[in-house]
């Protein structure tokens, strides 16, 4: 499994339905698991900055990872990106190989 870190912006209109945040959150990770089974969370956090969320999490590949996306721009995101990231130890062992 790969791990990536899927950054999310909301629209205008989901951001200003703060007392619903809970529900509108529970509904898209219920989705998420519905339609990405193999995806595994590992944390998700309230951003004060340009993206409004981060959610940490595994995925088998690419494909799932862009679904995940996919899945927060239909629900309400203006900008949602999945970045893959890579565990330190292995960074400095492609380092030694450049």
């Not at 590992?42 to 494909?63: Q, R, S």
């Not at 203006?78 to 492609?94: G, H, R």
């Amino acid at each position: 499994m790969r791990t990536f870190f899927l950054m999310t912006k909301l629209s205008p209109e989901v951001s200003k339905q703060v007392r619903n945040r809970a529900k509108i959150g529970r509904a898209w990770l219920a989705e998420v698991k519905k339609k990405c089974p193999k995806v595994k969370f590992k944390g998700h956090y309230a951003l004060l900055g340009p993206y409004d969320f981060v959610d940490i999490y595994e995925a088998p590949n690419e494909e799932e990872a862009a679904k995940v996306s996919m899945i927060s721009l239909a629900n309400g995101a203006v900008q949602a990106e999945s970045w893959t990231a890579i565990p330190y130890k292995k960074f400095l062992k492609l380092t030694s190989e450049v």
